[in-house]
């Protein structure tokens, strides 16, 4: 299964992205997919996720600015971010659990928000 991330970039203060994950197959075989942050020498932290057919679940920081959603025909899942903050800063990974159990993960996208 590969996973590839588009939509990265660099933005000031308050401006806005929208991040794409690509699923090489069905992302109806995933139980859940989501997007998660990693900046150097730090684990990865839950931005977003979303069981498929589920209800989304975000991280604290992007409550009321972030918004994952599913295109199901499309295999694609993608992560609005609006208002973005220098904090925010970081390679954003897409990540997907299949059935019964395993991760698969996407390569990354740099995302560089600037004050």
């Known amino acids: 299964v590969q996973l590839t991330e588009s939509g990265g970039g660099w933005v000031q203060a308050g401006g806005s992205l929208r991040l794409c994950c690509t699923a090489?197959?069905?992302?109806?075989?995933?139980?859940?997919m989501g997007w998660y942050r990693q900046i150097p020498r730090e684990q990865r932290v839950l931005v977003a996720e979303?069981?498929?057919?589920?209800?989304?679940n975000y991280a604290d920081s992007a409550k009321g600015r972030f918004s994952i959603s599913m295109d199901s025909p499309m295999n694609m899942m993608c992560l609005q971010m609006n208002n973005l903050k220098p904090e925010d800063t970081g390679v954003y990974h897409c990540?997907?659990?299949?059935?019964?159990?395993?991760?698969?993960w996407g390569r990354g996208t740099q995302v560089t928000g600037s004050s």
């Open positions: 990540g997907a659990d299949p059935w019964p159990g395993g991760q698969y």
């Open positions: 090489s197959r069905s992302i109806s075989s995933f139980k859940l």
């Open positions: 979303m069981a498929v057919g589920g209800s989304p």
